[in-house]
């Protein structure tokens, strides 16, 4: 096989092709043991007729030609022809609308019997490598662009998400005597996902269509494009690095330290000491002898002591001179946080190469530039551009490209979230956001990962790592720069559909990480996954003072594919003692405005007993939610989430932190509840 695919890949690199025309294709496919309707190149009409005999029943012609890439566009398709006189008729016509152009032959095959159209095709992302795509064809990829992708190699189980995943999935799984093979067409992407993987040579490619049948499927055209073998990824590091000693640096050094308030140098170094960092301090600064009361010194190179981490705020132009004499000193890791580098143009882009040069060539790791540090509130630093306010310890590890973004965000989110290890990745000179996320994750005191990413740079290495991780600990992302900058000129029409953002959702899924649409939502599930367990059942139980937001909470609920819990009958009865006279219903339980936190806790209490609640949705009133906190803070929910929802929230925020603080989740609407529990739900059993 590897011969025979060899030989066809050759000979068209001979002729100066990138492009292997519909019989080549095939050759290519059979002899995978893909099943296609063949085709044999005939050079005469008598060939034509010979071959179509040989054939059997109606035939197919279509023009074989390096020059023309979509045949039936340019009338070189002859579809059902029955017998030698429309063979003969088709081919002559073919020859004269083809008479100018460049013609290997024409192929002639079976005519196959209809099925249910679908594409599957190849195309290459510039970050995550080849991409597989699988859709129905007609209307659904044309206009619904209902397609599905993957990052290759795919599983098993990604295979069959794909087949899952699109919209269009009821005509495959049997509509109206519609079906489709699904074992079949699952092995066919994977045998397609290994050809890629042996010949990274294949750019793109499309099989388009393929004829779904109840028994299997054949490919009715196929086009492959051949490209460069794509350099290796960037070479993983031999080992997964902690990063240990950046998350805990036993000193740290501060180039630039500053003693007038308002600079930048100042900002950092009194975070470090209102924020009471254990460690040693070194403030550099030639021009003090001392910075908050800490000695300073006028060079690194001064100190003298060991240092773990040097931070550095010193102009851009004079970084590569500081790295090196950090480098000299013996620091473990430089973390440059000015900016004015490859963000502002070539020429920071050349201040980081050399930068770069310096650290590899020493094995010391940089982070930045062009960053906010690191902060870890379990070692009480605070390296941050931006002043921060006291935090307290949590499990969320936020990895965020951007520096100020995440100060910003802190200043508010801090009262209603705890963070572990906040990390800013800036420009990911070295360090980048998968070497970050390995490390983040690893740390003990890290339950739940955030990324804000503007791109990514691990390209697969990412979606390995992710997908190890999120077994464990959730990752939560927010890709911005989600809407298309312009298609990309290409030959395939799985080039075509495979947009950035498409293939980001897509690596996404395949690694489990949950995608935020944006900065609220990204937060707003990381407080109910940092703070709650997960659903382990699909029934919610919806508890309410008032019907509308219970109505509406319901309707969320079945909106966001999950559905309301019927309890047991003995607990209904109990239910029902609970239920002023005029109240029906028990799910949602509407207590009207006479509700008070005894009667829910007694509620939640029975829910809790029922065998199909998996999670709750409580609807408080804004104006007595302090009177909440505590009942339900004490209730045993044995491993069941719960998620409330105030209305108006933002009016009653010293209650709604105080119930953040007990650990319950406040949202200001039904549906961000209902979101967060489905999201938590469908994580579970997909990590499962
Ligand atoms: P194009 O280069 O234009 O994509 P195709 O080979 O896909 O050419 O042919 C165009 C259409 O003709 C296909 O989408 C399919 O509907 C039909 N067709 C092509 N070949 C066959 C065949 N062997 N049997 C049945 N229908 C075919
Ligand atoms: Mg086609």
Redesign the pocket.
């Known amino acids: 096989m590897r011969v025979l695919l060899e030989e066809i890949f050759g000979r068209a690199r001979g002729e100066g092709r990138a492009y292997l025309m519909?019989h080549e294709s095939k050759a290519v496919l059979e002899s995978l043991g893909i099943s296609t309707?063949g085709g044999v190149l005939a050079r005469s009409e008598e060939e034509a007729v010979d071959a179509a005999k040989s054939i059997g029943g109606p035939v197919?012609l279509?023009v074989m030609s390096p020059q023309v890439v979509?045949?039936?566009?340019a009338g070189g398709?002859a579809?059902d022809l029955p017998g030698p006189g429309e063979v003969r008729g088709a081919y002559r016509e073919m020859m004269e609308a083809f008479a100018e152009k460049e013609i290997a032959g024409v192929a002639v095959?079976?005519?196959?019997r209809p099925g249910t159209?679908a594409i599957v095709g190849v195309a290459r992302d510039p970050t995550f490598g080849p991409i597989l795509m699988f859709g129905l064809g007609g209307i659904f990829v044309e206009i619904l662009q209902d397609v599905s992708l993957r990052s290759i190699p795919i599983t098993e189980a990604d295979a069959d998400e794909m087949i899952r995943g699109i919209k269009g999935r009821s005509l495959l799984e049997g509509y109206r005597g519609r079906s489709a093979d699904i074992p079949a067409l699952k092995r066919l992407l994977l045998r397609i996902s290994d050809l890629v993987v042996e010949h990274p040579e294949i750019a793109e490619m499309d099989l388009?269509?393929v004829f779904l049948y109840p028994d299997g499927y054949t490919v009715?055209?196929a086009r492959i494009i051949l490209g460069d073998v794509p350099e290796e990824a960037e070479a993983a590091p031999a080992k997964v690095q902690d990063l240990r000693e950046l998350f805990y640096p036993k000193s740290i050094a501060v180039i630039g330290a500053s003693g007038t308030r308002g600079k930048l140098g100042w900002n950092v170094f009194s975070n470090l000491i209102s924020h009471d960092f254990k460690g040693e301090l070194y403030p550099i600064n030639p021009k003090a002898e001392s910075i908050l009361g800490v000695k300073a010194y006028p060079r690194i190179s001064a100190v003298n002591k060991p240092i773990d981490v040097a931070v550095i705020l010193v102009q851009a132009s004079m970084t590569p001179e500081v790295v090196r004499e950090c480098c000299d000193c013996g620091v473990k890791y430089v973390i440059v946080e000015s900016a004015g580098f490859a963000e502002m143009g070539e020429e920071g882009r050349k201040i980081e190469e050399e930068m770069k040069a310096i650290t590899d060539s020493r094995g010391v790791r940089l982070l930045g530039p062009n960053c906010s540090g690191i902060i870890n509130t379990h070692c009480s630093m605070v390296q941050s551009i931006g002043i921060v306010d006291a935090l307290s310890k949590g499990n969320i590890g936020l990895i965020s490209q951007a520096g100020v973004c995440a100060a910003g965000m802190l200043w508010g989110l801090r009262h209603i979230m705890d963070f572990g290890i906040v990390a800013t990745i800036g420009n990911k000179l070295d360090i980048n956001e998968t070497d970050m996320l390995e490390a983040v994750s690893q740390d003990e005191n890290v339950e739940v990962v955030c990324m804000y990413l503007e791109s990514v740079k691990g390209g697969r290495r990412f979606i390995d790592a992710a997908k190890r991780i999120t077994r464990e600990k959730p990752i939560i992302a927010l890709k911005s720069g989600r809407t298309e900058a312009g298609k990309r000129a290409v030959a395939s029409h799985t080039a075509s559909m495979a947009g950035d953002d498409l293939v980001y959702s897509a690596v996404f899924s395949q690694a489990g990480v949950i995608r935020a649409r944006d900065y609220e939502h990204m937060f707003n599930l990381a407080r109910a996954v940092s703070k709650q367990p997960f659903p382990e059942k699909e029934g919610v139980f919806i508890i309410t003072y008032a019907g509308s937001l219970g109505v509406i909470s319901a309707d969320a609920v079945i909106d966001e594919g999950m559905r309301l819990a019927e309890l047991e009958e003995h607990l209904k009865e109990r239910l029902l003692d609970l239920l002023p006279e005029y109240v029906g219903g028990t799910n949602p339980v509407d207590y009207t405005f006479s509700m008070d936190a005894e009667t829910v806790k007694r509620t939640i209490e029975i829910g809790v007993e029922s065998e199909d609640v998996g999670s709750f949705i409580v609807i408080l009133q804004a104006e007595i939610l302090g009177s909440y906190v505590e009942p339900l803070g004490k209730v045993d929910y044995r491993g069941k989430p719960i998620t409330v929802c105030v209305a108006g929230k933002e009016f009653a925020m010293d209650e709604v932190i105080r119930m953040e603080n007990a650990g319950i989740p406040v949202y200001q609407t039904p549906e961000q509840c209902a979101d967060a529990i489905s999201v938590m739900y469908r994580h579970r059993r997909s990590s499962r």
């Open positions: 519909e309707t197919v279509k979509h045949k039936s566009d398709v579809l095959q079976e005519m196959a159209e388009n269509p009715v055209d």
